[in-house]
T-cell receptor, first 111, second 115 residues
């Protein structure tokens, strides 16, 4: 969707932190999500954040939300080779749960 | 067993042919969705259904139709396939619940190639 944008590619060394960025335009977004897609598989929800929060931490994952700038980021600490995948940012509104996805960021973890 | 299944997993067809993609779920969810994935464009919503017999157009419904005859099944049809419908198609389900977080659960995808 054009109103959710992500960079296409990120290369990171194993053990380093990865930061994937996302911007969106619709300020009515209620929930923001990060999904992971491994090769040949569907999408799996990694984490989500409610729009009244500015940070959420879940083990190696940290989500930061800047509502003023409409910017969302996902930080993966101690990145492993199993983290190589495509990561999708998505936003959902309060009315129903239709999601609008970004184009996905392909993360490649090098040993 | 997978909660959301799609058949077929791969299909090659010719321009003008009618194609049906099937989705079944055992999660007991009311809401089902069809998306297509194209490189660099992410997932775009084709159609969605909040209940049996409820059908709603998504962002890119032209050239597609759907049928929701049972809670567990949601099928996507291409009446006359064209090459730019070559893509990876995903079905997803979610529980209802306005105002609460609703995770969508995705099937494994169907890779469709239209020659």
């Amino acid at each position: 969707g054009e109103d959710v944008e992500q960079s296409l590619f990120l290369s990171v060394r194993e053990g380093d932190s990865s930061v994937i960025n996302c911007t969106y335009t619709d300020s009515s977004s209620t929930y923001l999500y990060w999904y992971k897609q491994e090769p040949g598989a569907g999408l799996q929800l990694l984490t989500y954040i409610f729009s009244n929060m500015d940070m959420k931490q879940d083990q190696r994952l940290t989500v930061l939300l800047n509502k003023k700038d409409k910017h969302l980021s996902l930080r993966i600490a101690d990145t492993q080779t199993g983290d190589s995948a495509i990561y999708f940012c998505a936003r959902g509104g309060a009315a129903g749960n239709k999601l609008t996805f970004g184009g996905g960021t392909r993360v490649l973890v090098k040993p | 067993d997978a909660d959301v299944t799609q058949t077929p997993r791969n299909r090659i067809t010719k321009t003008g042919k009618r194609i049906m993609l099937e989705c079944s779920q055992t999660k007991g969810h009311d809401r089902m969705y069809w998306y297509r994935q194209d490189p660099g464009l992410g997932l775009r919503l084709i159609y969605y259904s909040f209940d049996v017999k409820d059908i709603n157009k998504g962002e890119i419904s032209d050239g597609y139709s759907v049928s929701r005859q049972a809670q567990a099944k949601f099928s996507l049809s291409l009446e006359s396939a064209i090459p730019n419908q070559t893509a990876l198609y995903f079905c997803a389900t979610s529980d209802q619940g306005l105002g609460t977080h609703n995770e969508q659960f995705f099937g494994p995808g169907t890779r469709l190639t239209v020659l």
